[in-house]
């Protein structure tokens, strides 16, 4: 097994991106370059669904398109349904005939959590949809500052990365390059 910090080396790039979140960062965390191995995916997965197995989860939700792999993994770990959600006009949904039962326990895992937007936005649609979200998980945190879940949090991998508005970027002051590297912005 590769430790924590070669697999953090493996996805962090440094240069000037534009994250999912809006804002503008030195590092970017490529998780793809990670996911790209069925063997280290399943055992990463393995190791985020373990942090849960005690919530007795039903069905793991994550948004599209960089949560659908460690959502699966997560899922099959735990013999629970994988399910994401989709942007409809602006907003996370189920889609495709996707749908969760009133109480269904639901763990919320996510690719790299920044400023935990996506996060909300999939627990309003498992909650509009009548489950129940027991669990946060993600593969990756860079947030700056710990969020305050209502349900129990845990990340296989924590980096802090500053991340700034557009407005007061300072690679932007100094003229360097954007790179649009996220799914959103493809």
């Given amino acids: 097994m590769i430790t924590t910090d070669a697999r953090l080396e493996r996805i962090l790039q440094e240069g000037h991106f534009l994250l999912s979140s809006g804002l503008h960062s030195r590092h970017y965390l490529q998780v793809a370059l990670l996911l790209q191995d069925p063997v280290e995916t399943a055992a990463i997965c393995a190791e985020l669904a373990e942090r849960f197995r005690h919530l007795n989860v039903e069905a793991v939700v994550g948004p599209a398109i960089g949560a659908i792999v460690p959502a699966y993994e997560v899922a099959r770990a735990l013999w629970a349904r994988s399910l994401w959600t989709e942007r409809v006009v602006g907003q996370m949904t189920l889609r495709r005939s996707f749908a969760l039962r009133p109480g269904e326990r639901v763990l919320v895992v996510e690719d790299v959590i920044t400023t935990g937007g996506s996060v909300r936005e999939v627990v309003r649609a498992v909650e509009a949809a009548g489950g129940v979200v027991v669990g946060i998980g993600a593969l990756v945190d860079r947030t700056s500052a710990s ?8 990340a296989v991998l924590t980096i802090r990365a500053e991340a700034f508005p557009p407005s007061v970027c300072p690679l932007c002051r100094r003229g360097v390059r ?9």
Avoid: N, T, Y
């Fill in 147 to 154: 969020e305050a879940w209502d349900v129990p949090f845990s």
């Fill in 178 to 186: 954007l790179d649009k590297p996220g799914s959103r912005s493809a």
